[in-house]
């Protein structure tokens, strides 16, 4: 919006021209100094406020001369081209992220014209195996707002720079933004090794795994993930506790740790709600403290073969820490927790 004001004087002076939003009699903020137009467009204004302006004319250079103020007027924009609109920007425009890694950018929009929606986010452009989610998804009315866009890198996705757009929807109105993700290979072109000892149990003894009896075993009545043995925690039916750990260190110059296993769980309970008997995936210190818990499983999700688990286990490089699987059951009707095949693979520059 814009006001326009004309002077009809045209004398060799110039002109002050002041402004305010509340009455003739109330006390003005010079808006133009020193100006010889004819005109004056205010383009600071608002629709339906009213302004009020008067000029003071002096001789050029002279302002101390100054006229009395003029006759003040006032004027009150109204109507207008303003639509209701909203714009959308990301922040960082690029993103750096390392193959299996994860990066994030922050979406912001905002309102104007009197826009009054919820804004829904979406991403296009990802190449596969990046995923990207909103936190939140929608920008609730009226529609100014930020929101959180995370990149998830999965580790095979090829280096490179792409173009991830992101739409913002409200209403019938949709904009659009962008990032720059670019790809960089994990580590820089590191190395990554497999650091747990045994890892599938095929010596038939524990070592360097530390296992509760029995644990390590070949019978035919649980199957091994591959080769003959595997590790079978539980199973007893009676209340019983089975542990399984291995002390390892993480490189403290990892870039990436990522631990892997195979679970299989059997069970003759029958309930669909109640977790009587329960595996709990831990990292722990050497003094046996719990760092973090990374899954715990029970008999609800018993089910047959195995499936894969995948934890990301950097955050505890730098220390020795075992891997520790503690299986606890309840009195009665036993649950299984077969697991074979481990890989704690560390990727170091
Ligand atoms: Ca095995
Ligand atoms: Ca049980």
């Known amino acids: 919006m814009a006001t326009t004001l004309a002077r009809s004087s045209s004398g060799t002076g110039v002109f002050n021209v002041f402004r ?60 207008g081209t303003a639509t209701p609109d909203f714009s959308i920007s990301t922040s960082p425009t690029s993103v750096s ?27 296009s452009g990802a190449p596969t195996g990046v995923t990207v989610s909103f936190s939140p998804t929608s920008i609730a009315a009226p529609g100014s707002g930020s929101s959180t866009m995370s990149i998830t890198v999965g580790s095979t ?22 990032v720059s993700l670019t790809v960089t290979t994990a580590g820089g072109g590191g190395t990554t090794t497999q650091i747990l000892g045994n890892p599938g149990f095929e010596t038939g003894t524990a070592s360097p795994w530390t296992a509760s009896t029995g644990v390590i075993d070949n019978s035919a009545s649980e199957a091994a993930h591959s080769g003959a043995w595997k590790a079978w925690l539980n199973g007893y039916g009676t209340t019983h506790t089975d542990t399984l750990l291995q002390t390892v260190t993480i490189s403290s110059t990892a870039t990436a740790a990522t631990l892997n296993f195979y679970l299989h769980i059997d069970t003759s309970e029958t309930t669909t709600t109640t977790a ?35 934890f ?22 036993q649950t299984s927790f077969v697991v074979d095949d481990f890989a704690l693979n560390v990727t170091t520059p």
């Open 20 to 79: 305010n939003e509340t009455g003739c009699n109330a006390g003005f903020t010079k808006i133009a100094s020193a100006t010889s137009a004819t005109s004056l467009t205010d383009s600071n204004v608002a629709n339906g406020l009213t302004y009020f302006y008067q000029v003071t004319a002096y001789p050029s250079g002279n302002e101390a001369c100054a006229s009395l103020p003029s006759t003040c007027i006032s004027v009150t924009p109204t109507g």
């Open 276 to 310: 009587f008997d329960t595996l709990k995936v831990q990292i722990r210190n050497t003094a046996g403290t719990v760092l973090a818990t990374l899954a715990t499983y029970s008999n609800l999700s018993a089910a047959a073969g195995y499936s894969l688990k995948s």
């Open 157 to 178: 996705v090829t280096a490179g720079t792409y173009t991830i757009t992101v739409t913002g929807t409200g209403g019938t109105i949709t904009h659009t933004a962008t």
């Open 97 to 123: 992220v390392a193959q299996g890694a994860s990066g994030s950018s922050t979406v912001t929009t905002a309102v104007s014209g009197g826009f009054s929606n919820a804004i829904s986010l979406s991403a």
């Open 312 to 333: 990301n286990v950097l955050p505890y490089k730098g220390s020795a820490i075992q891997v520790y699987l503690v299986g606890t059951e309840d009195s009665s009707l």
